[in-house]
């Protein structure tokens, strides 16, 4: 009777630790269930009296970027970042930092100050300049009138068309720095307009059809998280979707997996993480897409977010981050003083309150 106990603990122990794999048997199970996010953005100033510009950004002197006043014209900015199906709804989870499109409003409006003083200052310039002219004329008048010279009714009359033309465009410079004056940048709106899409990890990408379009439905921007949904809502056949797990397994341990854990291996002692670094640039091959599996060590566990060893580029948020039996245990966020060498996920528990949202 003892034997066979043994036999079957050891038989136990084997298929366990049979469920411990390695970095090629998770990309080989879950490459399917991971995405590609391409996000397109631009920003909309819109004027008080309803009228909208258009622009990129921000550029490093303090300007708008591709100013335009045509929608159809306006060069979006790209980014990418990684997801992951978690229901057969279309459901993907990635990052809120990847699909936000927040604007600093304020830098905004200080651009639109700026623009206002620059043009008040030409205005104030312009202005003196025609003052002085028109000092010049006046004085000339006052010499025909004085007889300092041979008066000439042709010079008269040309000198005072000067006049009465430099005082119409005098008046106009005023009226333009009062227009000026009055306009109140607190009653500019400024607002961001995002496009989603996903490609899907091993399939080829030749032009913008290749991208599957979506919409957010669900954000945690607090804890840098966000739910995309495919238009269709409906996750294609043989993807593979992510299951998301009712206990943190970092924390929850079965029976056989603390025993495993304590003779044998911690099934959280080795972590991957699969996503796209650098977005299409590294992802791009002549077999297709192809998502990067790396993998790390836990460096500190905190009640909402994980620190690891794990390399990790830019591109890679929203990535999954899993444990050797392939459970689900982080969302990818982003790297730590500036180095690829530490990188941080938002914990699963955090996920589930977005997900239980309604």
């Not at 300049?129 to 042709?154: A, F, P």
Request: hydrophobic share 35%; with cysteine.
């Amino acid at each position: 009777m003892a034997g066979l106990k043994i036999c079957v603990l050891c038989l136990l122990s084997l298929s366990l630790i049979s469920c411990i794999r390695n970095s090629e048997e998770i990309y080989s199970e879950m490459k399917s269930g991971l995405v590609l996010i391409k996000v397109e953005r631009y920003q909309v100033l819109t004027f008080p009296n309803g009228e909208k510009m258009y622009f990129t950004g921000l550029e490093s002197d303090g300007s708008l970027a591709n100013v335009t006043s045509s929608a159809d014209s306006i060069i979006s900015s790209t980014a990418y970042g990684s997801g992951f199906f978690v229901s057969d709804k279309g459901e993907i989870v990635t990052a809120h930092h990847v699909i936000t499109s927040k604007t600093n409003e304020e830098e905004v409006r200080n651009v639109i100050r700026a623009a206002i003083d620059y043009g008040k200052s030409a205005l104030n310039d312009e202005y003196n300049q025609m003052s002085e002219l028109l000092w010049q004329l006046n004085i000339r008048q006052e010499e025909l009138y004085d007889g300092l010279y041979s008066y000439n009714w042709e010079d008269d009359w040309e000198n005072q068309l000067f006049i009465s033309a430099l005082e119409e465009q005098m008046e106009e410079h005023r009226q333009r720095y009062r227009d000026l004056a009055a306009i109140d940048p607190a009653r500019f709106d400024v607002s961001g307009v995002t496009v989603v899409s996903v490609a899907y990890n091993d399939t080829h990408i030749t032009n913008d059809s290749d991208f599957t379009p979506c919409v957010v439905t669900k954000e945690d921007e607090e804890n840098d998280l966000a739910v995309l949904q495919l238009k269709d809502k409906a996750t294609p056949l043989g993807k593979y979707v992510f299951p998301i797990p009712s206990k943190d397994p970092l924390e929850n341990y079965s029976f056989y997996e603390d025993i495993i854990k304590r003779i044998q291996k911690d099934k959280n002692e080795q972590l991957y993480l699969l996503g796209f670094n650098l977005g299409p640039s590294l992802a791009l091959t002549s077999e297709g897409l192809m998502a990067q599996i790396n993998q790390g060590n836990i460096s500190q566990k905190q009640p909402s977010r994980l620190m690891y060893s794990i390399p990790a580029l830019p591109g890679s948020s929203g990535a999954p981050v899993v444990n050797s039996r392939g459970e689900l245990v982080a969302v990818n966020n982003a790297g730590l003083s500036n180095t690829q060498s530490f990188n941080y996920g938002v914990r699963i528990n955090k996920l589930h309150n977005l997900l239980d949202q309604k």
